[in-house]
């Protein structure tokens, strides 16, 4: 993504005084200023209600902010359109809380989606799609119908889509909110790694064993505002 503003170079995320109000009466997130670095990992926790998912559809550009600006990359992206848009879209990466499956299809069909997108070869992706899933404790589900998994399964399925075609960016929405300690270390394992490779990766949790120990920066939210921002030397 190319960096063409004032930006600071090697900012992800920049969120200046954003505020999303729901109508008539919900204010989802109020005045949030956040900076995310290229190639960080960030930890979005608070209560259920706080406005974690919000604050990655604002992110994602899939909301709009009421009030405020978001910049990715130096792009303000609730300004972008058309193929600008899409181009910066197809950049991140995002694994939603409600999963989004394609329930008809099969588990490697849902993970090659987001690579078909970008052209990639069927012999790329049909290998890709096989290494995610034996890192993912899923090989035997490869030709299984999405609808047929179980909620963990879905959510390991969900995740593998949105880092299959190497995002810069990865939004992931409470990814290990129906998996055992042992599948979520599996889990984090691989966010370790695309992190390791560079990508900047944004986790909205409420499971303390996966940010409880971590270097990196963890982000607390209480009613739609910032509490507090701790840790930062795992970047
Ligand atoms: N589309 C919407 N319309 C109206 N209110 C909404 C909408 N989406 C979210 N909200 C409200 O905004 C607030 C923040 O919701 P959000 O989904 O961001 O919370 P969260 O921190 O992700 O919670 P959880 O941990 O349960 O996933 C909540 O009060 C919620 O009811
Ligand atoms: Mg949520």
Redesign the pocket.
């Known amino acids: 993504m190319k960096n063409n503003t004032a930006e600071p170079p090697g900012t992800m995320i920049e969120m200046i005084k954003v505020s999303k109000l ?1 109508p008539p009466d ?1 204010v ?1 997130l109020k005045d949030v200023s956040i900076s995310v670095a290229v190639g960080e990992m960030f930890f979005i926790i ?1 209560m ?7 604050l990655l559809k604002l992110i994602s550009s899939m909301e709009a902010p009421t009030n405020g600006l978001i910049e990715i990359s130096g792009n303000p992206i609730h300004q972008l359109k058309g193929f600008k848009l899409a181009r910066l879209r197809q950049k991140i990466g995002v694994a939603y ?1 409600d999963f989004k499956l394609l329930a008809d299809r099969t588990t490697a069909e849902n993970i090659a989606i987001s690579m078909e997108v970008s052209y990639k070869k069927p012999s790329i992706i049909r290998r890709r799609v096989k290494d995610l899933l034996a890192q993912l404790n899923l090989t035997d589900k490869h030709n299984t119908i999405t609808s047929e998994l179980s909620r963990g399964e879905q959510q390991r399925v969900t995740l593998a889509r949105a880092i299959a075609n190497s995002p810069t960016m990865i939004l992931v929405d ?1 990814p290990t909110g129906n998996l055992d300690a042992t599948t979520t270390e599996k889990v984090m394992q691989l966010l370790t790694k695309c992190n390791k490779s560079g990508a900047t990766i944004v986790i ?1 949790t ?1 499971d303390d064993s996966i940010y409880r120990h971590t270097l990196h920066r963890v982000m607390e ?1 209480r009613a739609g505002r910032t509490h507090a921002i701790v840790g930062g030397n795992g970047t």
């Open positions: 729901y919900v989802a608070g259920s209600g706080a406005g974690k998912t919000t809380q409470e909205a409420h939210l």
